[in-house]
């Protein structure tokens, strides 16, 4: 979802005023084939949001790749043994370290609406710095792991 975002300088919303503007014009979903409509309007009810997600506007030019996209995003997010909000704190660490704004920006939205107050995207974002920074020192020093990671 990122790479596809912010390889097309979307944002989150798509209507008003967009802090970027899109580099391929984005499905309209009042006009999209009934197919499509249903997943954008099924994602906008998932997210709780006005319109459904820019990049769901974007893969929406594709709509089989749009429908498995959609059936993977919902399968992530509802089913498993971890829940929402912690899933979307992976989701926001995730699209930090890559370096994605549109995900950034989407993930730290629906952390806030699921309940995480500001002390916990604080503590998720120092969690992220803290763990990529081990990880590039000991990528650098070739380190190798001095334990049994499978018991």
Do not use: C
């Not at 989407?106 to 604080?122: D, N, P, Q």
């Amino acid at each position: 979802m990122n790479t596809l975002a912010d390889s097309l300088g979307l944002a989150p919303e798509f209507f008003g005023e967009a802090r970027r503007a899109p580099l391929i014009p984005l499905v309209d979903p009042f006009t999209a084939a009934p197919e499509v409509k249903l997943i954008l309007e099924e994602a906008r009810a998932f997210f709780a949001m006005e319109w459904a997600p820019a990049v769901f506007l974007a893969m929406a030019h594709d709509p089989g790749y749009l429908a498995d996209y959609w059936l993977a995003v919902k399968g992530i997010f509802t089913d498993g043994a971890l829940d929402r909000l912690t899933k979307e704190v992976m989701a926001f660490a995730a699209s930090v370290t890559a370096g994605s704004s549109y995900g950034a920006d989407f993930h730290l939205r629906e952390m806030r609406r699921l309940g995480a107050s500001e002390r916990a995207v604080i503590e998720a974002l120092e969690v992220t710095q803290l763990f990529n920074g081990f990880t590039k020192i000991a990528d650098t020093l070739r380190l190798t792991p001095d334990f049994n990671p499978r018991p």
